[in-house]
């Protein structure tokens, strides 16, 4: 079985502090994915990434950043949190080949004060 | 941005009944519609999935009906269970491309009441 595991479930930041989500998978899958989850809004991508050292934007990847220097592990960046930011973060993985399925983690929520 | 609306955003059904999550999408160019399950504290997990070349896929006590004409298509949960109770998340995605064009609906919360 899959798993995506995400370093924290529950975070709390001060607006203008950088803020780093760590998201590791076990299976050696070629795609990372950040996602956010706000209600009444869905889940909207923010950053994705198909290879070691490569990334790509979403759909909102405005005020984030993302590093992934091992294939395993993809990490959020907020390099200087805003409220705005405060939200449900999910990590996801897949295989690279056309609609393999998301395998997500549970999630952090992050709040920013 | 492509679109994909989804309705009602919360839905309440009594145990044994028929569920119904509908959504729709503009783009006639999607190819590939999959339906996510998401129970609280826990990341989505894919349920079910459809290619708009069938106009319905059934696995177990769910199924998905296709509409190509009208650009619908629904999740029914047939003899609905407490343990169905979880939100629900349309998709859809365009041909040539993987999840990164993935577009979401808003999500449906169903509850089944006993």
């Known amino acids: 079985d899959v798993k995506v595991t995400q370093s924290s479930r529950y975070l709390v930041k001060r607006t203008g502090e950088k803020v780093f989500l760590e998201c590791v998978q076990d299976?050696?899958?070629?795609?990372m994915f950040w996602y956010r989850q706000d209600p009444g809004l869905g889940l909207r991508l923010i950053y994705f990434?198909?290879?070691?050292?490569?990334?790509e934007k979403g759909d909102i990847p405005e005020g984030y950043s993302v590093s992934r220097e091992k294939k395993e592990r993809f990490s959020l960046i907020l390099e200087s949190a805003s409220t705005n930011q405060t939200s449900m973060y999910l990590c996801?993985?897949?295989?690279?080949?056309?609609?393999?399925?998301?395998?997500f983690g549970n999630g952090t929520r992050l709040t920013v004060t | 941005q492509q679109q994909v609306k989804q309705s009602p955003q919360s839905l309440i059904v009594q145990k044994g009944g028929i569920s119904i999550i509908n959504c729709a999408y503009e783009?006639?160019?999607?190819?590939?519609f999959p339906w996510y399950q998401q129970f609280p504290g826990k990341g989505p997990a894919l349920l079910i999935a459809?290619?708009?070349?069938?106009s319905e896929k059934k696995e177990g006590r769910f199924t998905i009906s296709f509409n190509k004409s009208a650009k619908q298509f629904s999740l029914h949960i047939m003899d609905s269970q407490p343990g169905d109770s979880a939100t629900y998340f349309c998709?859809?995605?365009?041909?040539?491309?993987?999840?990164?064009?993935?577009?979401f609906g808003t999500g449906t919360r169903l509850t089944i009441i006993p």
């Open positions: 459809i290619r708009p070349d069938v």
């Open positions: 783009n006639t160019a999607f190819d590939y």
């Open positions: 996801a993985s897949s295989l690279l080949s056309g609609n393999s399925p998301l395998h």
């Open positions: 299976m050696d899958h070629e795609n």
């Open positions: 990434s198909y290879d070691v050292k490569m990334k």
């Open positions: 998709a859809a995605s365009l041909p040539g491309f993987g999840n990164e064009k993935l577009t």
